[in-house]
């Protein structure tokens, strides 16, 4: 017998004589108290929840949003985005900034991590990537990272600008596991991203930039 | 290198828990780091935890998780139909020795040279850093205090925040030591080190290891919360991915998530979540850009399936590793993770130990308590802790040889014919009353004689002394009296 088997026989061993219990999950523990009422209540909750762990928030529209990235990539001196430019929100940006006398250069994650793995761990200052949506109750990005938009575009630059959607924020996240129907299919990685990144380890002494980005920006679209 | 620190191997020092403890209670500095520490981290989980919003979440907690174990066997064969279908190679083992031969094949099969590890408690249950350093293959911590700790060659002592016993002071002596960095105190400056330090080895590692907080089985999904971000980099940066976990780790659905994460994240830090909420479904695909060619997956009895075989017992495997119990314990906040000498301190060590390592290895454990009940109060997945303690207590008793439905490895090791006849004999006493009052009469006469010192317990107090008439002598003494008062 294979250890599989030896486990599982254990197991049903244990088990001899018994029934599964059945599903009593009640839907309404994990929504009820996470409910808010408007666009404009989600979003304060949002705001309050990713500020109060140094999340920054840029309130914009679908008309300003590259000029907001531009002023903030400019404030720090950075001068290199890491951006899908296959897609429309990069389009948008090359096309913004063609023409302008001083502007960063734009460059996509257009190749395999191996290829170019110190590159993107040394010298990629920022980069800006689109979010799937928000969560109210928790204030969260969701992320799932796709060919374009790879997983580590979040993670390894020390500035992390996510694109975010007004419309696209909900209560809480039994609401969108059931809305979006993510159990029917779920992506190599989802992430769900709540602030930089940051650590309590030494003395529970919180301090931001442990692994990953040092500052989250969220570029917020509140009429999209 | 600061050998003589390093906790031993579980076997040995668990057995002398109470010299342990011993000398835990005289650290002044450990006992400062501990209380300030549990402290916070008791008041941060206050704050955001209201009363109405805890309690019915605590109740779907536990009824998922009671419902994943009623059909554990089960779970685990979809989990793992789901997990090849969508490519994650699924290994099982019985022991820590067959986990680590698991993580050494592929090893050795992909020449890997250095590790990269996330946190989890597990692979401090397999002791797999020694295990890969044995082999020549670097293996390293990510987290930053695991990172700290392993520096100084400890063990976690806390299962959250490993490094909770250390101040700045000595991480700050620590990292000028090993790392010729100048010495600060600065938190923020002392973690940039570390971040420095440890981004050069993702780059490098061969192979990244995590541990699982969430195993789906609906959608054959490995989820892992975490601050830092070095949870991610170990699975997405090296080419390949072992992930290793618990048997126990399993849920039945994607929504079962969301009461346990809610509960998880506040109960450990008091946060409404973490930084990172990671939930990987498969290796990279065709299309995609970064993540591992390879993941693997490592499912780990290592005595848990023990604890299942008892209806009482297999609650422990409620346990989603919150730390709570540690950190309202007041045994554990007295004595700290080390003394407990095994990978899981506190009330959660204190009930899963016995099974991991043998009672008679932790024969102390399930009375390292005073069984004051607040970490069966604060488990968010409600389990009776303290009942499991006594349970424990009582297995530990028994006769060794006596016949029992699910014997416990090491049962009866605290068994002694000596002090079973004495509670014999204590029965009697209690069961007669012509004996009882023999005896208290007896007790009550010869008061004097009782000895001055008596142990631990007249270094701080008056030695006990039997009053001079029992309390059944002195009531009917106050009957007769008020019979004698109605009759006249
Ligand atoms: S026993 Fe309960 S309180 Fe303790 S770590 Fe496990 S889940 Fe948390």
Redesign the pocket.
Known sequence: MSARERILAKLRSGLAGSIPRPDDFEPAVVTEPWRYPDRAARIERLVELMSAVQTRFERTTRADWPTRVLDLLEARGIDRLLVATGMAHGARLAAHIEGLAKAPSLFAYDRPIEAWKSELFDSVPASLTTTRGAIAATGSLILWPSADEPRLMSLVPPLHIALLEASRIQDNLHEVIETEGWAAGMPTNALLISGPSKTADIEQVLAYGAHGPAELVVVLLEDA | MNQAARIPAVELSSRQLKANAHEALNDAQLRTNMRTAMDSLIAKRLAVMPEAEREPLRELGNHVRARALSKLPELLERLEARLTANGVQVHWAETVEEANAVVLDIARRRRARAVIKGKSMVSEEMEMNEALEAEGIESLESDMGEYIIQLDHEKPTH?IMPAIHKNARQVAKLFEQHLGEPYTEDVDELIQTGRRVLRKKFLDADIGVSGVNFAIAETGTLLLVENEGNGRMSTTVPPVHIAVTGIEKVVENLRDVVPLLSLLTR?ALGQPITTYVNMISGPRKAEERDGPEEVHLVLLDNGRSQAFMDAELRQTL?????????NHCPVYTRIGGRAYGTVYPG??GAIISPHLVGLENAPDHPSASSLCGA?GE????K?P?PDILRRLREENVKPPAAASAHPLRGQGSKYSPGERSLWRMWVRLYTSPRLYRAFSFALTRLRRLTPARLGPWTLNHAPPRPASRSLHELAREHLDHDRRGADR
């Open positions: 299962i109960s409620n346990c989603i590793r919150c730390g709570a119990c540690m009330p959660i970490c604060v488990c968010p997945v389990i802790i």
